[in-house]
């Protein structure tokens, strides 16, 4: 379903894509082939690592779905309709950087990549909230998350392979802008609709779940690697995604709140 912005929102929402592509376009650019020091891979590294490089990477790959099923909701809404396409360009960038690490460093083999990919193809990610409103506080979770999972994988990684490292660094650096992005974007439907984004961002943060959870049933231990590497599990989800997000929009829990109904016996 989609909302239905007045012009005056969607200008707003414009003129921050518009800042959010020329900040990106100014600060943030790389390249996949020269940006990397792909001679400093490490073939010695904890084989769990490169699991759960190959299910982020899985994750990445479902980008044909994102896009498809989110773009015709929003496509008369500039703004939104800009970022996806942007928002897409940069999300590529992150599935070859991980394969192309994974080759490289010997982790994976051309065979086990195309089986992987393969196996992305065969499944679809389908959209879990049917409200455009839920989708831009779906995706600021999301991103949030995605990029805490980034950072974590770094730490765990401890610098031991210097390309991994730097691949790390620059992913999660972009999966920040984009929880930024659409926190933005949050708080301009909250201005606008303060009680109907809140009704949606209760719905949202009752039931988030990452991609990961649903989308990869055939790797079930990839998974376990992520949560037994402390990457990222629910108490991270709380302390550093759900919380720090109330705190930057300036909600508490009692906003998030059911509203009491009350009928007359
Ligand atoms: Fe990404
Ligand atoms: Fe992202």
């Known amino acids: 379903?989609?909302?239905?912005?007045?012009?005056?929102?969607?200008?707003?929402?414009?003129?921050?894509?518009?800042?959010?592509?020329?900040?990106?376009?100014?600060?943030?650019?790389?390249?996949?082939?020269?940006?990397?020091?792909?001679?400093?891979?490490?073939?010695?590294?904890?084989?769990?690592?490169?699991?759960?490089?190959?299910?982020?990477?899985?994750?990445?790959?479902?980008?044909?779905?994102?896009?498809a099923k989110q773009?015709?909701?929003?496509?008369?809404?500039?703004?939104?309709?800009?970022?996806?396409?942007?928002?897409?360009?940069?999300?590529?960038?992150?599935?070859?950087?991980?394969e192309e690490w994974l080759r490289r460093s010997g982790h994976r083999t051309e065979k086990q990549i195309e089986d992987f990919s393969e196996a992305v193809t065969d499944r679809e990610w389908n959209l879990k909230y049917h409200n455009s409103t839920a989708?831009?506080?779906?995706?600021?979770?999301?991103?949030?998350?995605?990029?805490?999972?980034?950072?974590?994988?770094?730490?765990?990684a401890g610098g031991k392979d210097p390309a991994l490292d730097k691949i790390l660094e620059l992913v999660s650096i972009d999966e920040a802008a984009h929880a930024q992005f659409f926190r933005n974007l949050t708080s301009i439907y909250l201005e606008e609709d303060r009680a109907g984004t809140l009704e949606q961002f209760r719905l949202v943060a009752n039931t988030f779940g990452m991609p990961a959870n649903d989308l990869l049933a055939d790797g079930r231990e990839?998974?376990?690697a992520v949560k037994s590497l402390k990457i990222f599990d629910e108490q991270v989800y709380f302390a550093e995604v759900y919380m720090p997000i109330l705190q930057r929009l300036g909600l508490t829990k009692a906003d998030l709140r059911p509203k009491k109904v009350f009928r007359a016996a």
């Open 71 to 98: 773009i015709p909701d929003v496509r008369a809404n500039k703004g939104r309709a800009w970022m996806l396409a942007n928002w897409g360009y940069e999300e590529s960038k992150h599935s070859m950087v991980l």
């Open 135 to 156: 989708a831009v506080i779906y995706t600021m979770m999301q991103e949030l998350a995605t990029q805490l999972n980034y950072r974590n994988l770094r730490r765990v």
């Open 1 to 67: 379903m989609s909302a239905t912005e007045s012009p005056e929102m969607q200008r707003k929402i414009y003129a921050a894509y518009r800042d959010y592509f020329d900040k990106a376009e100014r600060k943030r650019r790389w390249n996949v082939a020269e940006d990397i020091p792909w001679d400093k891979c490490n073939n010695a590294i904890d084989p769990a690592i490169a699991d759960v490089v190959q299910t982020f990477c899985m994750i990445e790959l479902f980008l044909p779905d994102y896009l």
């Open 222 to 224: 990839r998974v376990e």
